[in-house]
């Protein structure tokens, strides 16, 4: 089944990997350093921590654009949504696609009817990632990935999808690779953790490329990220 590939218009080559922590940005200690001046949370800084990027002028170019929430679900919330999931996307069979498809190795589906503690978990979603009143697409999409499944470098389709993407991430931790579409030397990598959120929003989403590592790539600041199967659930606005 092919009905979210429309999403994608345009492809691309991996770019070449960037020059690994050679001149990559850090914002370590010292970024929880600021966050207790600026007073915000010990987690805010944490979550700061899961974003490297290829200068510190692009991360605070992007720093509004590009969030990470780390433990943003619970066990149990994870639970509750597998459990929703799983039955449906059994009966689906993983498609290791042509070399040019943006997915390989994925089943997918989208849903509208949620159980209440999905419905729960989808609404804090909504209000932490989207403005108030901003018209959502309906369905929310499901991207189960397969271990050795991965995302290309893509854009999502402008005519099908406004200006923010949010994701919770089930089952696995991963990296997801944000590259300028017109400068590739212009990167930042996202570690998301398993019930981990991120959301993109703007420029980050609009002129840069995102891409999910394949297990063999899944390195991030130089530490081995394992990719297990990963099942992503998506949610988008619609375009103005
Ligand atoms: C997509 C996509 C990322 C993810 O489906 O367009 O980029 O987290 N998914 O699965
Ligand atoms: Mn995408």
Redesign the pocket.
Known sequence: MKL?LS??TRLHRPPPLPGARLGSARLGSGAADEALIRGSSPRAAADEALIRGSSPELLRALGSQVEVKTAFITEEEEAALLGELEPGLRKKRYEFSHWDD??HGYR?TERVRWGEACEEVLSRVRSVAFPEGCSLLGPV?V?D?DKTGY?KP?I?SVKFCGST?A?L?LLSG?V?RLVREDAKNHWLDLL?PRRSL?ILRDQARFSFT???LKDEESVFDGERVPRQR?I?V?CRNLPD
């Open positions: 979210l999403v994608w943006a997915i997918e999409h991207l990935l995302i893509h999502d993407i994701g991430s991963s997801m998301l991120y995102h891409e999910i990963r992503s998506i």
